[in-house]
């Protein structure tokens, strides 16, 4: 099976009754703490890892780093915090980012919160004690009032359903699980299976160090160039200034980047006048070319399939033998209707001799051997297979644990059919249970730290209230959650993502039962998102039943 990492633990007091109880301590779990304790509440972080820091911990892969740009990532609620951390990179790295998240935990004194190596096995609510009973997969139990859900939207790592994965002699990780040593690739004969935003990272990664690289693609993903950097000085000050203004602006776009969508539609402008600003936004940094591109891009099928010509082009142009090429451009969907990887030379590594691509739908891969993988043509040879597979996404690490509700019926149970949420926050049935940056959430359609920002803020709003107003119970009702899915679901209809599988509509070949296309994610945008958590909580959070009994 693939390696496993170990880590180091952290040192937490004996008690076992909290007022409020996080499971995970990524950047929302690490959020949540830092409020719940400025309410002056008891809270205890349950952490799976040996450290903190969530996605930033566990995807220790060679290339792993951020797509958004730092300054834009990090916490915005501390003045102080913004102006202390330099980042190096406008793209950073996954050792600045774990860093970082280590440095938050630490400047603020959070750490004695966080119980690590603490994996959560069930949450059952006793009606009685209105309190929940949380119990670790090796037995320890603890009891509090609250449980905020931190689990994070691609943190269940999914392996492929092929026979022979524990067969193989050789080392093999899941990117997720990458483990904490470094592993020498010299001369060593490498399997990469999956092309989606990790794949694309690794392999342009280990190209270079690797004896032969061996890439197993299933479906060609649209990518563009990152176009990183370091962080000059007068850059570096130049944003600390700017820092304000910013954070206004990311308040304002749909998915809290900092590029906005042009007003001009496609066909509106001249086909010299398309093409420049075509060449330009493929020459910035980011998602300028998906956020940044003519409106209609991403909802019109016609301008979708022009800029995706644009963008095969280009693929073509970068790479030279032209059969590979035209494995490499997306046959079955659109440019921008799944994550749009960001890369830095991942095309010339196919160009390099030692390099082959396998598409897995001519020649679909059959078994792992103990040497290698058996394909339906050949079989081949390796020293190491790295799985680039993903998640179980956005539901995933909610069942993986039994969360167990005032009707003793488990969410995962209650979720079967789809997600049913109440501003993707709460479900009917499980008081007190707040799953932030859950499904029919903004979060996971956006730059996700300012969506974990307002989804903790707004968490933290309604503890404070229930504290202050003695309120025990919450519960969102059934109405409230079905006439909220029923809106997730309308603003999804007519998307051009919708037409195609993928993480973002909870299609997984890996995971039994995940082969319907879901709407997961609240596609109104943060803002407008807001705006209904926002209303909500002033007209004394409507839709929800508060008890003080
Ligand atoms: P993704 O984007 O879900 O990509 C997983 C990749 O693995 C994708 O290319 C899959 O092909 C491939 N895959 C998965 N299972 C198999 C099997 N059984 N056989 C062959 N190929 C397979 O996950 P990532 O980790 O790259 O990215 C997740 C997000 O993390 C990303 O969007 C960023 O937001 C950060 P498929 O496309 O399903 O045919």
Not at 142 to 162: K, M, Q
Request: proline share 4%; net charge negative.
């Amino acid at each position: 099976m693939p390696d496993t990492m170990v880590a180091p633990s952290a040192t937490v007091s004996d008690a076992t009754t909290f007022d409020a109880i996080i499971i995970g301590a990524g950047i929302a779990g690490i959020y949540q703490l830092y409020k719940l304790r400025a309410l002056g509440l008891s809270v205890r972080v349950f952490e799976t890892g040996g450290g903190v820091g969530g996605t930033w911990y566990w995807n220790r892969y060679p290339g792993a780093r951020f797509d958004s740009e730092s300054y834009t990532y990090g916490y915005s609620f501390s003045e102080e915090l913004l102006n202390e951390w330099n980042w190096s990179e406008h793209f950073s790295a996954q050792p600045e980012n774990e860093r970082y998240l280590n440095h938050v935990v630490d400047r603020f004194g959070l750490r004695k919160d966080i119980q690590c190596h603490s994996r959560v096995a069930s949450a059952t609510w006793d009606e009685s004690e209105r309190q929940w009973n949380v119990v670790l997969d090796d037995g320890r139990s603890y009891r509090s009032r609250f449980v905020i859900t931190a689990v994070g939207p691609l943190s269940a790592d999914t392996l492929p359903r092929f026979e022979g994965i524990a067969d193989f002699k050789g080392r093999s990780f899941h990117t997720y699980r990458w483990p904490h040593e470094a592993i020498d690739f010299t001369g060593k004969r490498v399997a990469v299976i999956g092309t989606g935003a990790t794949g694309v990272q690794v392999i342009q990664t280990i190209a270079p160090l690797v004896g032969e690289l061996t890439v197993f693609q299933r479906t060609a993903n649209w990518c563009t160039p990152l176009h990183n950097k370091r962080i000059t000085e007068e850059e570096q000050a130049r944003l600390k200034a700017g820092y304000p203004a910013m954070f206004e602006l990311l308040r304002q776009t749909p998915g809290c980047y900092i590029h906005m969508t042009d007003p001009r539609g496609t066909f509106e402008v001249t086909p010299e006048e398309r093409e420049a600003f075509w060449e330009e936004l493929y020459a910035k940094p980011g998602f300028a070319i998906w956020m940044a591109n003519f409106r209609d891009v991403l909802t019109d099928l016609k301008a979708n399939a022009l800029f995706s010509e644009f963008v095969a082009w280009k693929i073509r142009q970068r790479v030279k033998d032209p059969a590979v090429a035209e494995k490499l451009i997306p046959k079955n969907h659109g440019f921008g209707q799944r994550r749009v990887p960001q890369e830095t030379g991942y095309y010339e590594v196919y160009n390099l001799p030692h390099v082959k691509l396998v598409d897995t739908r001519e020649t679909p891969i059959q078994r792992v051997t103990e040497t290698g993988i058996a394909c339906s043509d050949q079989s081949y040879e390796f020293d190491i297979i790295i799985y680039a597979t993903g998640f179980d996404a956005v539901l995933g690490s909610f069942d993986r644990i039994e969360i167990r509700g005032a009707g003793g019926v488990t969410l995962k149970d209650y979720w079967a059919e789809g997600p049913k949420t109440y501003l993707g926050m709460m479900s009917a049935g499980f008081p007190n249970l707040l799953t932030i940056v859950g499904p029919h959430n903004a979060s996971t359609r956006c730059n996700i730290p300012r969506c974990i920002e307002q989804n903790v803020d707004w968490a933290s709003d309604l503890i404070h209230y229930a504290q202050d107003h003695g309120v025990t119970r919450f519960e969102t009702t059934a109405e409230a959650e079905a006439e909220w899915s029923r809106h997730v679901e309308e603003l999804a209809e007519g998307l051009l993502y919708t037409l195609v599988d993928s993480w973002m509509t909870g299609v997984n070949t890996n995971v039994e039962g995940r082969n319907v296309r879901r709407v997961l994610q609240y596609q109104g945008g943060a803002p407008q998102y807001r705006e209904h958590c926002d209303e909500v909580a002033k007209a004394g959070y409507k839709g929800m039943v508060l008890d003080r009994g």
